[in-house]
């Protein structure tokens, strides 16, 4: 939950809106163009506690009335937080002070309240239950079959296909220990309707066998990380 510790309109030139109080505390920043005919630049900078240069950390250009947030910046003790625009006392800022984490983030929103852009720019720890309607995990863009490869684990779904007329073995080797926890499934296929692929574990894969997926067939197979090896929880074999 954010706490709001500060608010005001930025100035013309960077003026500090927010020193930080606690080591770390992560800050979320609202700002809203209230005019209705300027187009305003704005700039937030951050000077480390001690430090006697500002470091930009995010830029937006607002339209009249759109809004724009700045979410999950950390600042230490002493770290003081800055903001400027182009028109003085046109755009109004929000501060506000967290514990939580959460992930680095810009956004930018029109003046109806739709998402013009949006970026995460960091991974978020979660306390307590956390519910979705749905989760879709960005597949790897480097599963290229080849005959020995290394799954990047920080990716939680590849999708790895080989076409073969007849038989192919495939080593997987997982690029990471991963984090206690963390879950990987791969979707192993074979697309060319007359070979079959076996598919083995190195290294920190520790699977019940090999697995086997026929022609114009797929498989997949779940590993779940105990911090140091990936153990396999879930398989499913030659599905068509």
Known sequence: MSQNVASGQLAASATAIYTGVSDPGNVNVTLYNSSASLTETVLLKYRPSGGSADRVIARYVLGPNQSAYLQGFPLNVGDILKGQTTDATTVDYTVGSTTTDTPFGIFTVDANGALLNSSNLASATVAGLLKAQQVQLT????????????????????????????????????????????????????TAGTGTIVWTFASTFHSNSTLTTSSSQFSSITFVSDGTRWVESARTTSVA
């Not at 790897?140 to 290394?150: E, Q, R």
């Open 139 to 190: 597949p790897s863009p480097t599963d290229t079959f080849a005959a020995t490869m290394t799954v990047d684990m920080t990716y939680g779904y590849h999708l790895i296909a080989g076409n073969h007329t007849t038989s192919a073995t495939c080593t997987l080797t997982p690029s990471g220990a991963g984090s206690e926890g963390q879950t990987v499934t791969l979707e192993l296929q074979e």
